[in-house]
């Protein structure tokens, strides 16, 4: 198992304090116990930047997530990091692959967009029409990533029997 930082550990320490459990239930009572990707029960909060943390959190840094979600979404965090450094990236933008996105998405999220679009995941996400557009779009928001790898890109000029093939 990695060990972590020094900076982590503080971070883990302030997420046991009671300033962060007073911080936590007000971004409950503000939002609500509604997960922000998913609209399921959600009790995780979630910080969206650390640039403000140790109680000086704007509500805006929050959000509430599920702990499907908030599993899903670090996941894809530390892939992408991994990533980067890999590739000594300076802007920290995150990416996927279709195939990385299917494995991070957990079975609700999985779910929601299959019946959102009344096809099978893989085929919606690697479908280059407007609903395979705006499938990958949905996904990239439920695992908070800025862009797909690769896959499939639009072509609204596909016909019906074009269409049709491909997805079968």
């Not at 929050?62 to 802007?91: F, M, P, W, Y």
């Not at 933008?93 to 959102?116: C, D, F, Y």
Request: some cysteine; proline content about 2%.
């Amino acid at each position: 198992m990695k060990e972590i930082t020094h900076k982590q550990a503080i971070h883990r320490q302030y997420l046991q304090s009671p300033l962060w459990r007073s911080v936590r239930k007000n971004a409950l009572i503000q939002f609500g116990e509604i997960c922000a990707k998913c609209g399921g029960y959600g009790t995780d909060v979630h910080h969206l930047t650390y640039e403000r943390v140790g109680g000086n959190e704007l509500i805006e840094d929050l959000q509430v997530l599920c702990r499907d979600c908030h599993e899903a979404l670090h996941t894809i965090e530390r892939s992408t990091q991994r990533s980067n450094s890999k590739q000594k990236i300076g802007k920290k933008r995150k990416g996927a692959t279709v195939g990385e996105i299917i494995s991070h998405l957990n079975k609700k999220q999985k779910e929601i967009i299959e019946k959102t679009f009344l096809c099978p995941l893989f085929s919606i996400l690697n479908a280059p029409t407007i609903d395979g557009h705006e499938s990958r779009e949905m996904a990239k928001k439920m695992l908070d990533i800025d862009f797909i790898l690769g896959g499939a890109k639009l072509n609204p000029f596909l016909s019906k029997k074009e269409l049709t093939s491909y997805i079968n």
